[in-house]
């Protein structure tokens, strides 16, 4: 398999380990820099809390792809294998109900935010970039949920 493929395949996985190493070293590098030069680089802050937002969504869709969100187990256990793929289904139709909620109103929010130019207070920056990373996690997380359905309807 090629690196392409294998980068593909485990998306969110790659990209959360690429994400989490960087918010770990830009936080090892402000505890240096406080314990050495006595400075501290304020704006690391920032860049590791939205940071951490970008992480959430890419786990969230990491767990849908693994198959591992939250499920009524009880009621699968008294219920046959037939129900169980209603069951599930409805699991999955609600979270997409979720995730396309959520989708909508952060459209509106990254709209909010681009016209009144808001700034992050630390680099400056248009805020609509760390708020972007709830709409596309969004995606990220439908996608994956579409995929479940096809899976679970397609199979025998």
């Not at 016209?115 to 609509?128: G, K, Q, S, V």
């Amino acid at each position: 398999m090629s690196y392409l493929n294998w980068f593909i395949k485990n998306f969110e996985e790659a990209m959360g380990a690429i994400l989490l190493f960087s918010m770990a070293l830009i936080a090892f590098i402000n505890v240096l820099t406080r314990y050495f030069i006595h400075y501290s680089f304020a704006f690391t802050e920032e860049l590791e809390v939205s940071g951490m937002v970008f992480l959430t969504m890419l786990g969230a869709s990491a767990g849908f792809k693994r198959d591992l969100h939250l499920k009524v187990l009880f009621l699968n256990s008294i219920v046959n294998e037939e129900k169980q793929k209603y069951l599930l289904t409805l699991s999955y139709l609600l979270s997409f109900l979720l995730f396309m909620t959520l989708l909508y109103f952060s459209y509106f929010h990254i709209k909010d935010t681009i016209e009144l130019d808001i700034r992050t207070e630390a680099l400056n920056i248009p805020e609509w970039i760390y708020v972007s990373s709830v709409p596309l996690g969004s995606i990220l997380i439908i996608f994956r949920i579409l995929q479940k359905i096809f899976n679970l309807w397609s199979r025998k």
